[in-house]
């Protein structure tokens, strides 16, 4: 018997409202499935287990806000058979022992037992997920909202409060909290270095123009895809700027799990990253990156997706900024920022003329890397640009 | 299908993809993206679903003529 705990999804998080269990008692889970929903200061995440078993019981009931390290389930695994395992005079020193052992066989746990450090919600009226959320930002006390017997509150019930609230500025955005601490430690701790290069992407926008052409409009591929597909494959050839600092180490990560800056819609930020992204190409990148943004802003995300971006790429080309100098987000020592990509003078041998050009800029973590190996990185993502069939 | 129809599928996926959207700050002779803050994902997303719904596929050298609420009323209006 295991204990499946609240997860921390990200250094920041102290705590998260348990929204919605995705299994129930009796149901057998595998590695990597996601079975609850809890809200965060990022939004809803998907929260998946890391281990294969059977859901033997879940301790909390949703709704409940649950610190980290909580267990909210009890998890068993195949070799134990459910007959051996209730021993209702369980102690609950016992826990303390699940801690240290997690996957020791342990007699289980009379929930009246545990207790959690959480606090119920006052009410439990029926409200949908998004509309909770409206709601908490909104500082709306949910009684005064007078739902219909038996019906559940949606966002557009909010109505009116909902489209007050639009034009105004929430100082205590519990999102602008938390990346406002993250960027403070990422500036106190980082050693930042900034490293600029001006990139021709004629070459790769014409290409992709002409494979796009040929495409029906589900399988065109956005100019994002292809750089971070260029970013992934230059990382294979510099692997020193994908991973993290830890314990005073720097730990190149095998994975390439890029995070991608995303902004919401209605303000604030997520870098949720594609995972295994060097196992991708060109179509399969786009798939996911198509995939990430529509449940970023679904607010659907999981938690392995917020929690193990190895590098973090951003791109405001859209907005027409031309260079963006990032702030490394802690662990992770580097953060790749793409401009707008504008027409300018180029000068190639004797002739000057018009292409598409964009500023790449990457801003590595000194105690990690130097700027050799920045300058390096860079180099080698302009070169594949020029290149870009490479980028399939 | 009426200018009107075309005008009112169009406004429905606008605000499907990006719900925060008043209607009323769709101006037909604003720039789409830039205007509404929509970016080139969310716009290729509602060419898509205009794609299923009108049989309408815009090419990517076109999307100078569909910058617009106006032009894209057009655009479609008259290869449908």
């Known amino acids: 018997m295991s204990e499946f ?40 995440i998907e929260i998946e287990i890391f281990e294969d078993g059977i859901v033997d019981k879940l301790l909390i ?9 909580t267990p909210l389930a009890l998890i068993r695994h195949d070799d134990e058979v459910k007959e051996e395992v209730p021993q209702k005079e369980a102690k609950t020193e016992k826990l303390s022992e699940v801690k240290e ?34 709601a908490h930002e909104l500082n709306l006390d949910l009684n005064s909202l007078e739902p219909k017997e038996g019906e559940v509150i949606q966002l557009k019930d909010l109505g009116k409060e909902v489209k007050r609230d639009t034009k105004t500025l929430t100082p205590d955005d519990g999102m602008r909290q938390a990346i406002a601490k993250a960027m403070s430690r990422s500036n106190a701790e980082i050693p930042h270095y900034y490293l600029s290069l001006s990139i021709n992407m004629t070459p790769a926008l014409t290409w992709l123009t002409q494979l796009n052409a040929t495409r029906s409009i589900k399988e065109r591929i956005l100019p994002a895809a292809l750089l971070i597909r260029a970013v992934v494959l230059t990382l294979k050839e510099v692997p020193e700027l994908n991973g993290f600092w830890q314990k005073n180490a720097h730990q190149i990560s095998k994975s390439i799990n890029p995070g991608i ?60 900024v031309q260079s963006v100098y990032g702030v490394i987000y802690p662990p992770q020592i580097a953060i790749v920022g793409l401009g707008r990509i504008i027409d300018s003078p180029w000068a190639e041998g004797d002739t000057l003329s018009v292409r598409k050009v964009m500023q790449a800029t990457l801003a590595g973590d000194h105690r990690a890397t130097d700027g050799r190996t920045g300058a390096l990185f860079l180099d080698k993502l302009n070169q594949l640009l020029q290149n870009p069939e490479a980028l399939l | 299908m009426t200018n009107e129809q075309i005008k009112q599928s169009i406004i429905k996926e606008i605000l499907r993809i990006a719900p925060d959207i008043d209607e009323d700050d769709i101006l ?53």
Not at chain 2, 46 to 54: D, G, K, V
Not at chain 2, 65 to 78: G, P, Q, R, W
Request: with cysteine; charged share 30%; net charge negative.
């Open chain 1, 261 to 320: 800056a995303i902004a919401l819609r209605k303000g604030g930020l997520v870098t949720p990253a594609i995972l295994d992204a060097q196992e991708m190409n060109l179509d399969t990148t786009m798939q996911s990156l198509d995939d990430l943004i529509t449940r970023t802003r679904a607010n659907k995300l999981r938690g392995s997706e917020i929690t193990q971006q190895s590098i973090t790429i951003t791109n405001l080309g859209d907005l027409g």
């Open chain 2, 28 to 80: 037909p002779e604003e720039n789409i993206q830039r205007s509404l803050e929509i970016d080139s994902f969310d716009f290729l997303k509602i060419l898509t679903a205009l794609n299923e719904q009108l049989s309408v596929e815009v090419p990517e050298a076109d999307y100078s003529k569909v910058d617009t609420l106006e032009h894209m009323i057009a655009y479609f209006s008259d290869r449908i």
């Open chain 1, 101 to 134: 052992e997690p996957l020791a066989p342990l007699p289980s746990i009379q929930s009246d037992k545990i207790e959690p450090k959480v606090k119920m919600s006052e009410e439990r009226i029926k409200i949908s997920p998004a509309a909770r959320k409206k």
């Open chain 1, 5 to 44: 705990k609240m997860p921390s999804l990200g250094a920041d998080m102290e705590s998260a409202v348990l929204m919605q269990w995705l299994v129930k008692e009796g149901d057998p889970v595998t590695k990597g499935q996601v079975i609850a929903e809890v809200e965060t200061s990022k939004g809803v």
């Open chain 1, 61 to 69: 009931q949703t709704e409940t806000e649950c610190s980290v390290g």
